[in-house]
């Protein structure tokens, strides 16, 4: 059992690839078969596995996003309640809950058994920077 | 290892939190790092992790997905088929198939690892009580 | 501890059951508690626990997610970028975000502690057939 905390910067909306950092730590601490665990400490932000290839997906996907929840300041949006922390924060809260907070990945014979097109992301929802805590948990 | 299942008592949708009872059963059972996993037994109710500050947040994200998945008596849901237990149970699926049936926390120092604003809850989707069953599983 | 891959054939969208495929690898590696995680190697489908019972319940649950996010060639979509696989390809990415890639499920004398109603289920989100990976992962 292996534990530690990766802090990521962001910069705006959209997809920040922590690929290499977990398979590092992974590899430094699994040589056999386990689990890893990644889990986001934050409600505005969140976890997703998706394609590493064409970063087009990733525009696409934060894109479709901002259109299934519209910042508060959108006419579709006028019933919101929580808007004191600006137009991006409830948006945020929302799309958080739509994707993942916590997403457990295999390892096998000390790697991630990730299929070839799947890297692992932080989907940051809001459009300030912000520091962010991804624990990473490795179970054998 | 250690599990135990969770008992809770809903009266319509909304938010149900479930921290202190999680935090608990984590402080009796582990003293050093682990992984608590939530895992609700139901198709109808969902978890989510979220804001645990301003109220406001839990009954927006419920409105969202209110206005996202309207009950099947809505014209926009006449393409429904499940209808025959009630307008809001198909709609209660969908939002369970869009938010989290199982969620996983890594415990550090025997406390789960939340962000300070994160908070457990159980997310349900059906009009009328419920009594509903989250099993929780601490591995070390 | 134990691992498997299963592999599963599909034939277009919609729901896969393999809930017994599941139940008969963890009968066989653990007798008492456990906990099993189910990881799907592919950005363009997903997993998710749904309603066993009714099939119409998977019907609509597919039928909504086409309907929220349409196929690239709708007009609706005319934003997406990444459109060279497929007219279905983006929007499989999209719901695969919105629904889950991992899945731990606690296992209690023996068995997966699902309700009555739960099933595993592959989604699949493309129109073509394929060949799909899911990797479970046993914990005791």
Redesign the interface.
């Given at each position: 059992?292996a534990?530690t905390t990766l802090r990521l910067s962001t910069t705006g909306p959209g997809l920040y690839d922590f690929t290499s950092e977990a398979a590092r730590f992974v590899s430094r601490n699994c040589a056999g078969?386990?689990?890893l665990?990644c889990?986001v400490?934050?409600?505005s932000c969140s976890l997703?596995?998706?394609?590493n290839a064409?970063p087009?997906?990733r525009?696409?996907?934060d894109?479709?996003f901002r259109?299934?929840?519209p910042h508060g300041d959108a006419s579709s949006m006028a019933?919101?309640?929580?808007t004191?922390e600006g137009p991006d924060d409830?948006p945020a809260?929302?799309k958080?809950?739509?994707?993942?907070?916590?997403?457990?990945?295999?390892v096998?014979d000390g790697r991630l058994?990730?299929?070839t097109?799947?890297g692992l992301y932080l989907f940051e929802h809001r459009d300030h920077p912000h520091e962010r805590?991804v624990?990473l948990?490795l179970?054998?």
């Open positions: 059992m534990q078969e386990g689990l665990t889990f400490r934050h409600t997703v596995i998706q394609e064409d087009d997906v525009r696409d996907l894109e479709f259109r299934l929840v019933w919101l309640r929580h004191t409830m809260h929302i958080s809950a739509l994707t993942a907070t916590s997403l457990s990945i295999p096998t058994a990730l299929g097109w799947q805590q624990v948990h179970s054998r």
